[in-house]
Every structure is written in C-alpha cells, then in structure tokens.
C-alpha cells in the first residue's frame, strides 16, 4: 500500500511460469495467434488447398467472378485468386519472418554490446543506427532493393536491414537500465565475467522486450513487403505475391474491384494478427499496463 | 545551447556525408556501366568514351568522389542519366507537392491522435477505450497504399466526392484542397493511429506518478489534472514518435501519391527507379537523408522547449 | 479536550474489491494538534490517508463508515465539492519530493494554481501570495526560485515548496504521508522544526503518517499504532511512549536507538597525533585500507574533455579485524557506498591501496583480483533488486562457487543447503523464484549467497535499510549470529544509527568524501568530538517526547556549501587529526 515496499517483478520464464505467463495473455492475443497459425497452415498445405494451379491462365476466365470455379474470382489473365493467395502467404510469411530474425539476432547483439560497453563504441554504434532509424524504412528499403535487385534474399536483407537498429535500440536501453540494478552489480562484485552477466542474467531478462518488438516488427516487414511489392519492387511476376496482386487489381479498379480488396484484406490480416500478438505479449509483460494495486 | 546546436548541426553534416559516401559507393559498385544504361546496348564505344569524359566517368575514382562531395555541398547533385535535367531541378519541382501533403497529413494525425489517446487512456478499460484501441490497431496494420484504395474507392469512385486523379494543380484553393483531401486524409489515418498508441501509453504512465496525486490534492478540476498537469508531460514521447513517424509519413507519401497519380517525391523516386536513373536516385536519397536530418535536428530542439529539465549540452 | 475536532472518523473500513485493507477506524483531531498514525508497509496508514482526501482509486476502492471534516461528511461528498475541499480545507504532504512536483511547471506556478483555485486571487495580488509562501517556507530567493523548475530543487526545498501548497490555503487540517522519509537526517530535522513551527502560527489539525517513532516522539500529541489495518493501540504520545500496552508498539519503540541523542561533551581534549590514525581488533587486520582517493570524472563533450573531477573519497585510511564490524555512516553523497564499490572493484579507485588479509589488492591482476573476490563479499541494500528474478535461489547461491571453482556441483549443492538452513530458510524452497520470498527472507538469501565463499569480509551497503523495524531486528541479530559462527568481518555501511548503534564495534563517520572521525561505537554517538558528528546525531530524532525541546536544534552548516565536484588543479590540504581517547580519532577543522 505505502510505497516503502518495493513491488516484486514478475517474473517471466521457468516452467512454472510459463503457465501463468500464458494465462496472463488476453482474448485479442490469441485472436492473432490463430490467425497466424492458420496462415502458416495455409502457406504448407497451399498445394493441397489450392483449387486450381497458381500460374494457370486463361482468357476465358479474365477477371470472373466468385463463384462455384473460381472461389474468390479470376484476376486479368484469368488465373484463380485464392489459388494465388494460398501461395502468395508463403512469401509473406518467409520474408516476414526470415527478415525480422536476422533484424532480431544482429541487432540485439548490437545493441548489448553497446550498451553493456558503453563508452565511445556506444555512441558510434547508435548514431549509426539512429540513422538507419530515422530514415524512412520503406524508401530505404526500396533503395535497396532497387539497387540489389528484387530477389526474395536481397529483399529479406532490405527489410532486416531497415529493423534492425530499433533491435539495437530496445536491447541497449534493456541493458543499461539492468547493467545499473543491483543484480548485476551484485554478479560484478561476485567475479563473474562479462560475457557472462550479460548472456546469462541481462539477456533473459530483456528478451520479452525484445520478443515484442520482433512481433511488432513482423508486422512492419509483412507490410513494407507488400507495399514494395505493390509499388513493383516485389519478387518478379508470375511470382504471386500479396502486394503484386493488389497492384494488378488496382490497375483493374474500375472494372472490378475485388481483385485489389481480396489480397489487401489478406495483407490486412496477417498484419492484424502480428500486431494483436504485439500489443499482447507487451501488456502480458509490462505491469505498468495492467491493473495494479 | 550554441555549444548544442552546433555539436546537433556537426552531427547532421556527419550524417550526410556518410549517406553521400555511403550513396557514391553503391553507385560504383553497382554491376553495369552507366553509359549502357543512357546510352543501350547497342551504343559504339566512341560514343561511351565521350560520355564518360561527359560523366567525368573516365577520372580515377578518388577524384570522382572529391567531386561528387564538392557538388553536392554546393547544392549540384547532378544531372538526370534520363532527362539530363539538373537533377536538384527536378526534384525542387516536385517537392512542395509532398511536402505540403506530409505537412497537412501530419497536422491532421496530430489534431484528431492526440485527443484521442487522451480520452482512451482517462477512459481506460472502458468502451470508449476499447474501440479507439481497435481502430488504432487497424490503422496500424492498414498498409498506406490499402488505406488509400479504400479511400478512393469509396469516396472518388463510388460518392464521386473526390476528383480520382489528384494532379496537384487546380484552378482555385477549393479546387486544390479537394484534391489533396484523399491523400492527406489517407496518410493522417495511419500517423493518427501513431499518435493515438503513444499518447494513450504516455498518459496511462503519467497518470500514475506522484505529482499527478499532487495535483489532485490540490484540489484541481480533473480536466486541469489531465489536460494541463498530465498531458504537458506526455509531450516528449510524442514529439519524438511525431519526429520518428514523420519518416514513415514521407515513406507512406510515396504509396499514396501513386494511389492517386498525384505528383510528388514518390512518383519521381518511381521514374528513377524505372528507367534506372541513378543520378537522380543518389540525387532523392541526399535529399531524403536531409529531411530526416532537419526533422531530427527540429525534434531534439522541440524537446528544450517542452521539457525545462533537458540541458543542451 | 474542549474544541470540537477538526476531523472526525468513525468506524472507516476501507476495501479494495473484496479485500478489506482498513478496518473499523476511529480518531479525532483537535484545531493545533497534531496525530501521528503508526504503522509499518501495508498497514493501511497510507491508504487511509487518500480516503479522507477523496483519492482512493476509482471503481476499486471503496470507504465505508464517516468521515467528518468541520462537521462535514466527506465520503458521500460529489467530486465537485470535494475538490473545493482538497487542497482547500484539507491538504497533503507526500513522501517522495523528487516526484510530487510536476516537471514541466514552473515552482511558481504550481504554488499559484492551489491559491487560484481556493483563494480566486490573479495578477499581483496572486504573485505576492506565492512569494509570501515561498517566504515563510524560507526558500531563498523567492523572486528569483519562483521562476525556476523543480529539478533544479534539493530534496528539501521541494518538500518545503509541497508544505507551501499545502498551507497556502490556510487549511484545516494538513495530512503528511512520510514527509521526511526520504530526507536525510539534517534536513528532516530542519523540514520537522519547520511544520511544528508553521502549525503552531495557524493552528492547523495535523494527521502525521509515519512508520518511525523517532519522530512521533518529536511531533506528535496524540498517537494511534495501526496493523494490517486495524488499530492495535492509542492514546498521548506520553502515554504510548511511557506505558505501551502493546508488544508491537513496544518493540517499535524500542527499536530507537539508545545511545543516540544523550551525548556528552568530550571528556578530555583531544590530543593531536602525527600521520594517519589506524586501528582494529585483534593480533591482525582483515581489512586495511590507505589513504583511499576515488574520483569520478566530469567529463564535456564529445571527446570526453576532462573538465573537473567529483571526489567522492578522498584519503580513506581505516582497518577491521578478524571479527569485528566498522560501522560507515554519513548521509547520502557523503562517499560511505562508494568506499565499499571501490573496495570490490565497482568502482575505480585512484590512489590508496587495500589489503585484505595483509596481501595487497592489485586491481589490475585477475589472480589477485579473484582472490579478493573470494575474500570480500558484498550484500546490497535492495534485496528485490539484487536477486535475479529469473534465477532460482539455489542457483543463485551455488552460482559464484561453481564460477569460482571452488566445488564441484554435488559439493556446492550440500554446501547451498547446508547455509540455506543456516540462514533460517527451508532448503526445501530452494527451487523457488525470489519473488516467492519476503523482503527479509530475501535478505537471508543474499547473506547465504556471501558466505558460500567462505569469506573473510562482508561489506553490507544499506543491507537493512528496506526492510521494516521487526525483521531489520532479526537480520542484524541474524548477522551477528553468523559472526560469531564463522567469525566473518563485516563493513557495516548504514545511514541507520539505531541499526549501527547494535550491531558496530567501531564507527567511522564521513562528510564529503572524507572519514571525519573514527572510534568506538559508544566513544563516537556518546562522545562525539567532531562538529559535523554532533550535527548528524542531534538530527536523529528523540526516543520519547520527554526529551523534547532539551536537545538544541540542529545548526544549519554555516560554512559555505561544499561541492564535491572539484576543479582538476584541486588539491586536497593534508589531514591533521587529534584522539580522543584509545582508538577514537577526530578529524581537526582544516
């Protein structure tokens, strides 16, 4: 009730508490959890649940309507959109995940040794990264990929370069927030090594910071894939691809305008349900946001 | 805070020139010979020796750099591979199309975001809260370009509300507002959902804190507590997500222009990209890179302003 | 008494959902009188505090019962009309300065806007008030502080400026919620004389929350000792201090310290001595530190120009001998933790040396390193913050042997048990998280920590200083157990005298960054001969109201402000010091 007590931190992982951690998780959480796994499930089984094949085009069929052949209609060469969805999540889901985790792995490592350092090493490495930060990520990314070449690698590589410092950013600020608790310095003054305090007792304690961010960014990849597929920067056509099929259908608009709404809802969705697990994990673990008292 | 600005303006010059450095490098490295790309495949090597002589293609590569790096200070960034346009040209032509669409959209997202992460936060739990927590979490996850389909789908096409094509130029005033409505009101959409999260976190956070409780004692209406004690201290991790999300806004510019054929950065950034114009690529990226700077450089200045406990040092 | 109460609470019960925090509360308070409301962390003190203010959190806590200001009942007040009360009729003190005032105003105007709201004054009229507020509170340079913003603010001239608002309006009644708990000890003194001496100019009722008798002895007249949410005992503070019917309030006030407040002028005058006084117990030192120096530099700039330097130590010389505990005190930036860190290697130090067990510390050598780390071992005064939360406790305790090759799993994992249970934890718990433990179980966990290296000293920085009156008792008493046992030193860092007084051989007392006097425990606190130790401990509030009024008010340091932060060319003047009696040293003026 006073504030002489110190509130006790909750704690995060340990069998036992994992339980309570996912008990803690709220309705929306699991709303994106689901959708997720549902896509990843569609993306496996894409041969299996596709009606028809995913570059199969025909004059006949341009621009058809949803019906009983072609379950959400044909695009301008005839080819069916849930079939292209189907494989279209495939690239989605891969270069989501793929860019956020090489983002997740280079820039945590960063941004713990900044911060564990410190010193001038700091400042250098996130003025660097400020930088990166600070410049608009889909105009970096398109620089990049437009340089490179828009291959699914290069395209992974732009977008993880684009997320990156704001990993560097959150698992610094983590580190020079635990490097001052009392823990660390108790471990200090016990002897242990650097590499030590920093890899066994900091990381776990910001890696659910950081596993928020990653989801958050998933979402931010999902949807700068998209947008650079939309503006043609995307894997090459026929490759189906979320944004692409907007774009195709945004050329059609007038006539007919689901062939842009179906893939945007899909792009829409995943993004939804990256950003629910988001804002999920981060109430879970930030007790500032919960109820207290 | 003379000592600060120009340690903040020593950092931003660092800033470009490693972009300038970092923008000549790809350029050279690049696989392809420029003159190809001007001049096709089929050009005969006279005619690529003379533009490379043109280019200054042919001089070692150090004193290409000292050149480039002089130009670019002097403002000289080149001329267009395609048009062979200035290239400072022709971006100054375009520019005050995005940034007037960036500014209004900007001031927008801030008019409608702000109270609307105060009245979540103060409502918190409740209905009031729940919805705008969901609207937000929809415009975060709306790409700029579907926000701006839905929008011109909608109110151009089927309300006819809107002109479909927002070439930017109109006759009067009220022509050209009605033309930038779309646009702006698509990208606002997505900064106010910026807005709306960090406001309502900043505010749940102060709230809570001590002199918040003071002011309470004293005996204040609650809408001075919230609106004057609370919010005054939610304006640092607003400005910066402003400064921070004022990039994402220039990015997103570059969707919704194409959306509405509307000219501007992103449609020029689109023709280079195309045709493969890499003067005028390097050109955007310089100027690119210097928006961020002197948004950057405007945010921390913000922030002495805001905050009396911020020391330029 | 024949006033009618300013305030009146009958049967309050205060619940929080479904659980009741406050039960069945009754008091008076008469115009000029002032209650103190006794009670240790999450005895609804506090909570009790925010009911009469209206302020308990929405839509979860709920009062029942009466509370009647000036015959007004406040619980079923509207919002409206309580907050013409609040800050009106009844106002509030909190505990924590650095946070109570608003960051972003301006001091001025924070004091402007309750006399506004209460008083309707504007324009001149408004800015006089403010000054003559700011006056009365003796801030300094009212027109010119006026316009400046909190941080630039000490501790204490904040809480001065919260007992402005607070009084500005000329309420009836003043709640302080731990006004001076998070002070130190002078300034309490000095914020204490300050409030008696405003209430008795304006007669206002005050309810004193507080958890330390020490000073309910100095201010209260009537006292009512609150636990786990209930009344246990009430009365005058001459009977509660004089015949305490309660075994709690007994043990709360006999938690006092004893000797503190009763000294005597030095016997004899001291004696000047050549060179640096050293001395221990026993044939030889565990610990010996020369002439000690660490500086902190100020650096500007990006190039990190050397611009000043903070000397937090300077020229430390003292020893500890095998079993025996040197008590470190001094208020906060006097350097005392910051002895301990450099010790331990947290802290750079820039000349001096340090010997442990004779053999000299050579911080640049890991050999030499890794075996003082052995040797030395250090407890935190945060057991919340100085476990990792992810760790389970057995790891925790078994970690720095294992790091240290000192045993093998199996021997470590005995060893862990064995202090767990020497420690008064079940061993059985050891797969539990910290969180699963108390503050002071905490505590022990950490003392079980250090003595799995077997060390020959342990530096304890603030290590009771959390935790509330009863179990601090029962980790000192658990130290001293321990001590005899293992026959372990400790380095006993504490701004806590009742706690130094128990469980402190010798006590060296420090100022700036300089020990000003060192001896033993009953030399230094009975005779103290050094003018900074008189000021710290006629601070240190009275153990029972008698002696109110006999001690003289603690002097405001006339001297210049000293600064830690010192120019580069800066050179210390070399120390001279004179002894008292065997063993206790003053520090001469220099």
Redesign the interface.
């Known amino acids: 009730m006073t504030d002489t007590t110190v509130a006790p931190s909750t704690p995060i992982d340990r069998k036992s508490s994992i339980r309570a951690f996912l008990g803690q998780l709220n309705a929306s959480t699991w709303i994106g959890v689901f959708i997720v796994l549902a896509l990843v499930l569609a993306a496996i089984f894409a041969p299996q649940l596709a009606t028809h094949s995913p570059a199969r085009q025909s004059i006949m069929d341009q621009l058809a309507l949803p019906g009983s052949q072609f379950w959400l209609g044909a695009d301008q060469f005839g080819r069916d959109i849930w079939t292209r969805l189907l494989y279209g999540a495939r690239y989605s889901l891969t270069i989501g995940m793929s860019a956020i985790l090489v983002a997740l792995v280079v820039g945590t490592v960063i941004g713990m040794i900044a911060g564990y350092v410190g010193g001038r090493i700091d400042i250098i490495f996130m003025?660097?990264m400020?930088?990166v930060?600070?410049?608009?990520?889909?105009?970096l990314g398109?620089?990049l990929v437009?340089?490179m070449g828009a291959t699914l690698t290069n395209i992974i590589i732009a977008i993880a370069f684009t997320a990156t410092p704001a990993f560097a950013r959150i698992a610094r600020a983590g580190v020079i927030t635990q490097r001052d608790r009392e823990y660390v310095q108790a471990c200090r003054a016990m002897g242990f090594s650097g590499p030590r305090i920093l890899f066994r007792h900091i990381m776990p304690a910001i890696l659910p910071e950081v596993m928020v961010m990653a989801s958050l960014w998933m979402?931010t990849a999902v949807?700068t894939e998209?947008?650079l597929a939309?503006?043609?920067?995307g894997l090459a056509p026929p490759t189906p691809t979320w944004?692409g099929m907007?774009r195709d259908g945004?050329d059609n608009?007038?006539s007919a305008?689901h062939l842009?709404?179906i893939p945007?809802l899909a792009?829409?969705l995943l993004?939804?349900a990256f950003?629910?697990i988001g804002?999920g994990l981060r109430d879970a673990i930030d007790p500032?946001?919960k109820?207290?008292s | 805070m003379l000592p600060f600005l120009i340690?903040r303006l020593g950092?931003a010059a660092l800033?470009l020139f490693?972009?300038l450095t970092l923008v000549f490098l790809?350029?050279r490295i690049?696989p392809g010979d420029p003159a190809l790309v001007i001049l096709g495949d089929q050009a005969s090597p006279a005619s690529i020796a003379a533009l490379h002589k043109r280019l200054g293609l042919d001089q070692p590569v150090l004193v290409q750099y000292g050149q480039f790096l002089l130009q670019a200070v002097q403002g000289n960034l080149g001329n267009s591979m395609v048009t062979g346009r200035p290239v400072s040209e022709e971006i100054l032509a375009v520019l005050p199309y995005t940034m007037e669409l960036t500014i209004a959209a900007l001031i927008l997202g801030v008019l409608l975001g702000v109270p609307a992460g105060v009245w979540a936060a103060v409502k918190r739990?409740r209905l009031p809260d729940y919805v705008l927590r969901f609207i937000s979490?929809?415009g975060?996850?709306?790409?700029?370009?579907?926000a701006a389909?839905?929008l011109?789908?909608v109110f151009a096409?089927q309300l006819r509300w809107f002109p479909v094509i927002s070439a930017g130029t109109g006759e009067t005033i009220a022509d050209r507002l009605r033309q930038m409505a779309l646009p702006t009101i698509a990208l606002a959409l997505i900064m106010m959902t910026y807005i709306t999260r960090v406001t309502r976190?900043a505010m749940?956070?102060v709230l809570?804190?001590?002199?918040v409780?003071?002011?309470?004692?004293?005996?204040?209406?609650?809408a001075t507590v919230v609106w004057k004690?609370a919010l005054?201290?939610c304006?640092i991790p607003i400005t910066t997500v402003v400064g921070?999300y004022l990039?994402?806004l220039?990015?997103?510019s570059?969707?919704t222009e194409?959306?509405f054929s509307r000219p501007g950065l992103g449609k020029l950034?689109?023709t280079a990209?195309?045709q493969r114009d890499y003067t005028l690529?390097q050109g955007m990226?310089v100027v690119?890179?210097l928006m961020?700077?002197v948004?950057?450089l405007l945010t921390d200045l913000t922030y002495g302003i805001?905050?009396?406990?911020v020391q330029y040092? | 008494m024949n006033k009618s109460p300013v305030i009146s609470v009958r049967n309050l019960s205060i619940s929080f959902g479904r659980t009741t925090v406050v039960h069945d509360l009754n008091f008076d308070i008469a115009p000029g009188s002032t209650l103190a409301l006794v009670g240790e962390s999450g005895s609804g003190k506090s909570v009790t505090s925010l009911a009469i203010?209206g302020?308990l959190p929405e839509r979860i806590g709920r009062a029942k019962g009466s509370i009647a200001l000036e015959g007004r009942e406040l619980l079923t007040l509207s919002?409206p009309s309580m907050?013409?009360?609040?800050?009106?009729r009844v106002?509030?003190i909190?505990q924590?300065p650095m946070?109570?005032?608003?960051?972003?105003?301006r001091v001025g105007d924070q004091l402007a806007?309750?006399i506004r709201?209460?008083k309707g004054l504007r324009g001149a009229a408004l800015k006089e008030a403010v000054l003559d507020m700011l006056r009365k509170v003796r801030i300094p340079d009212p027109e010119v502080r006026m316009h400046q913003?909190p941080?630039t603010f000490s501790g204490g001239m904040r809480q001065r400026v919260?007992i402005a608002?607070a009084l500005a309006c000329n309420p009836a009644l003043i709640i302080a919620d731990e006004p001076t708990t998070a002070l130190d000890v002078t300034v309490q003194a000095q914020t204490l004389a300050l409030l008696k001496d405003l209430q008795r100019e304006t007669q206002t009722a005050v309810l004193f929350i507080t958890h330390d008798m020490g000073v309910v002895a100095e201010v209260a007249d009537n006292v009512l000792v609150m636990r786990r949410g209930r009344e246990i005992e009430s009365g005058t503070v001459h009977e509660v201090f004089s015949a305490p019917k309660d075994a709690y309030t007994r043990s709360l006030i006999e938690a006092a310290p004893s000797l503190v407040g009763k000294f005597a002028e030095t016997r004899t005058p001291p004696q000047p001595v050549q060179g640096v006084p050293v001395s221990y117990a026993g044939d030889a030192p565990v610990l010996e530190v020369n002439d000690l120096t660490v500086r902190f530099p100020v650096r500007?700039?990006?190039f990190g120009r050397l611009t000043g330097m903070v000397h937090a130590v300077e020229h430390a010389s003292f020893a500890i001998g095998k079993g025996e505990t040197l008590g470190l005190v001094g208020e906060s930036g006097s350097g005392k933790s910051t002895i301990g860190k450099a010790i331990i290697n947290l802290a750079p130090i820039d000349s001096g040396e340090v010997r442990v067990s004779g053999q000299r510390v050579d911080y640049g050598d890991p050999q030499s390193l890794a075996r003082m780390r052995r040797d030395v071992q250090m407890i935190f005064q945060d057991p919340f913050g100085s476990l990792d939360t992810r760790q389970t406790i057995g790891s925790a305790i078994m970690e720095p042997m294992l790091v240290h090759g000192l045993a093998k799993r199996a021997e470590a994992f005995e060893k862990m048990q064995w202090l767990m249970e020497r420690v008064g934890l079940d061993p059985a718990r050891a797969t539990s998280l910290p969180h699963e433990f108390s503050g002071g179980q905490r505590q022990r966990i950490c003392i079980a920590r250090a003595l799995a290296m077997s060390p020959k000293l342990i530096i304890a920085d603030e290590a009771v200083s959390a935790l509330d009156v009863a179990i601090k008792g029962q980790i000192i008493d658990l130290m001293i157990d321990l001590q005899k046992e293992f026959d372990v030193s400790y380095l006993f860092i504490s701004h806590d005298m009742a706690a130094v007084e128990r469980i402190c051989d010798r006590v060296a007392v420090m100022y700036f960054g300089e020990i000003v006097e060192i001896g033993k425990t009953e030399d230094v606190i009975g005779h103290p001969g050094h003018d900074y130790t008189r000021r710290l401990l006629s601070a240190i509030p009275i153990t029972h109201p008698d002696q109110r009024g006999k001690r003289p008010l603690p002097s405001v340091d006339l001297t210049k402000p000293r600064s830690p932060i010192k120019p580069l060319e800066y050179r210390a003047p070399p120390p001279s010091w004179s002894m008292a009696s065997e063993g206790h040293f003053i520090r001469s003026a220099s």
């Open positions: 003025q660097v400020d930088v930060l600070a410049f608009p990520s889909l105009i398109l620089a437009a340089l979402a949807r998209a947008s939309f503006i043609g920067l944004g907007v945004f608009i007038l305008f842009a709404i945007s792009i829409l993004v939804l950003n629910l804002d500032r946001l109820d207290a | 340690k950092f800033t490693c972009v790809i350029v690049l739990n979490l929809l975060l996850s709306l790409p700029a370009f579907v389909i839905i011109l789908m096409i976190s749940l956070e809570s804190q001590d002199f409780r003071t002011a309470r004692a004293k005996g204040a209406s609650p004690h005054g201290n304006l921070l990039g994402i220039i990015g997103n570059v969707l194409i959306v950034i689109l990209l195309t690529l990226i690119y890179t961020v700077v948004v950057n805001l905050d009396p406990r040092k | 203010m302020l919002e907050q013409k009360v609040r800050g009106g106002s509030m909190f924590e946070t109570s005032l608003n960051p972003v105003q806007e309750v709201i209460h913003y941080h919260m608002m500007s700039g990006f």
